[in-house]
């Protein structure tokens, strides 16, 4: 009676009979039933549906566990961003070694607009295709979500760059990728990047970018991190 559905119909989806089911009837009697969110997607699951996106809250703050992850893969980067890539946190390697700072707070942004990252990507023009393709299949995910639609709309206007690259309608995938810099003081750095879900916060992706072996990275990296940083006065 709670869910508006007829006893026989709601016997037969419990017992696995081959009935047609709506995203909607199977929210209803998730209300009904009380399920959490776990609950709720097994039981899309179990429809032969997909489970609609994790309701993550909007704003929620950055454990301390993660933040000792980060901090831990030093002098390796590593960073911490939402589905719709923004940044969540970084470790001091990642601000040393990509030159990011406090204005940065998208990934995708900051790979258009920011001209000290732009400058040091050894390979940027050939990688862009790739990463307007890539951000394009996460939104895929949610076309009804309107935070995907102002980061593009954000970067439309001021990046002719990442208009015309939009304009295509690549799509791309995720997956293990190579990522270099040519950094001021420590010069060429190659980077394996992996990226990890967060189990409890699926809307959150652990980025972690390994020195690739055979390029001496891992070396420039340990004296980059020992190079004193300017006193601002």
């Not at 899309?44 to 489970?51: Q, R, V």
């Not at 809307?203 to 390994?210: G, H, K, Q, R, S």
């Amino acid at each position: 009676m709670l869910a508006g559905v007829g006893v026989s119909w709601y016997t037969w989806l419990e017992q696995g009979r081959d009935i047609n089911v709506s995203a909607e009837v199977l929210d209803a009697i998730g209300r009904a039933l009380r399920l959490t969110e776990r609950e709720r997607a097994h039981l899309y699951l179990l429809a032969g549906l997909n489970p609609p996106p994790a309701g993550e809250a909007r704003g929620a703050p950055v454990g301390p566990e993660l933040r000792h992850l980060l901090d831990a893969w030093a002098p390796r980067p590593a960073l911490l961003r939402d589905r719709y890539w923004n940044l969540l946190a970084i470790n001091d390697a990642t601000r040393a070694v990509f030159d990011y700072d406090d204005t940065d707070r998208n990934c995708l942004i900051s790979f258009f607009t920011n001209a000290r990252y732009r400058a040091a990507h050894a390979h940027w023009a050939s990688v862009a295709p790739d990463v307007v393709a890539a951000f394009r299949a996460d939104a895929a995910h949610s076309p009804d979500d309107p935070e995907f639609d102002r980061v593009v709309d954000e970067l439309r206007a001021v990046s002719p760059e990442f208009a015309e690259l939009w304009a295509r309608h690549q799509v791309g995938g995720p997956g293990q990728a190579v990522k270099a810099v040519r950094h001021p003081e420590a010069g060429d750095l190659v980077f394996d990047k992996t990226t990890l879900v967060v189990a409890d916060h699926p809307d959150w992706y652990l980025e972690l970018f390994n020195p690739r072996p055979g390029t001496g990275t891992a070396d420039r990296l340990d004296r980059l991190s020992r190079v004193p940083l300017a006193d601002p006065a």
